[in-house]
């Protein structure tokens, strides 16, 4: 068990974090069995089972347009064209808030240092993003959509 776990991470990782050696890494596995709570949706004759926000069985769908729009808003950001484009964005992530028309993103965005020449290079590069991130939302988007990024 411990070997699929670690290869699986390995494997996540090199095709995820483009500056993380895999093979550096010390990997401690902690997989045991599930609480009693959780484990015995599983044994429940219901015809539907229960569930939880931190089991499994959980699931929706379809997805709302706003959710499609934030799903397809990520893997854009997270793709290997954007990533050409701007090599210093690295694994980004995101939430976001509808508020009546309104669709809100929170874009958290790390930059990689070796990609930053300075001060200036860093802002420049982080509006760039921003506006890169905001023209591609709102152009998927009827609502009214803002952009909020957290960078590091």
Do not use: C
């Amino acid at each position: 068990m411990n070997n699929i776990a670690i290869d699986t991470a390995k494997k996540w990782i090199g095709e995820n974090l483009r500056f993380v050696n895999a093979d550096s890494i010390e990997y401690q596995v902690e997989i045991a069995h599930g609480s009693a709570e959780l484990t015995d949706i599983f044994k429940r004759q219901d015809a539907i089972l229960g569930a939880n926000d931190t089991s499994a069985a959980v699931g929706y769908a379809p997805m709302t347009p706003t959710e499609s729009i934030v799903l397809e808003t990520e893997r854009y950001l997270n793709s290997h064209d954007f990533k050409r484009r701007f090599p210093e964005s690295e694994r980004i992530s995101r939430s976001w808030a509808k508020e009546r028309e309104e669709l809100n993103l929170t874009v958290a965005d790390p930059l990689v240092d070796r990609f930053i020449g300075s001060e200036t290079d860093y802002f420049r590069r982080k509006d760039e993003l921003l506006e890169e991130i905001i023209t591609f939302a709102r152009g998927r988007s009827e609502l009214e959509t803002s952009v909020s990024p957290e960078y590091a």
